[in-house]
């Protein structure tokens, strides 16, 4: 998949081979606002860049900018906050090659690693120790034709699948993509209202008439601090 020169950030040019580099947006510390480790005090390292444009995209001040900082700064700077949870975020994490290697150095250090990525580039290369979250772009994400539906064969039961829903068109269409690849057979599967687009309530009374085998999700952050960067 080709990937766009000016959305996308790949290594530094000035990095050497034998120190890799991230170019990151920001680390902060805040509560897991989403997946199955909602709640957790949790490390955020949001790397800069990303090949994507979802029209309801509640980070795109990390589609450009960034710092590069070696991985080692970067792994420091987690190990200083002291919490045992880690979330690689963006952006989209995978489309950094230094990510890969990076994901690995801090399920080493014995921290418990998820990677939320969009599900567009390739997750097979990710450590198995480490909880991929996929999000599956939907029709009105505008971003549908991205979706890499082999990563989907390859999904691990501590793995998770997540649908961003903007509409009852939206909701009928992850009905039928969760039915096709046995999806719930596969993984945990969060769908989450898109923030301001779907009542919540709309979408727990369609859950809950059709019983599908997922969990409701909302973004904790967002309703305890609002859309604020850095929480």
Known sequence: MDVPAAAATTDSPNRSDTEPRLKLTEIFLSLQGESSRVGWPTVFVRLTGCPLRCQYCDSAY??????????????????????????????????????IGFLSELCDADFSVSLETSGALDISGVDPRVVRVVDIKTPDSGEVQRNRWDNLAGLRVHDEVKFVLCSRADYDWAKEILARYRLADRCAVLLSPSHEQLPARELADWIVADRLPVRMQMQLHKILWGNVPGR
């Open 62 to 99: 990390a589609f450009y900018g960034g710092a590069w900082q070696s991985t080692a700064e970067v792994l420091e700077q987690v190990r200083s906050y002291g919490v045992k949870h880690v979330c690689v975020t963006g952006g989209e994490p995978l489309a950094q090659k230094a990510c």
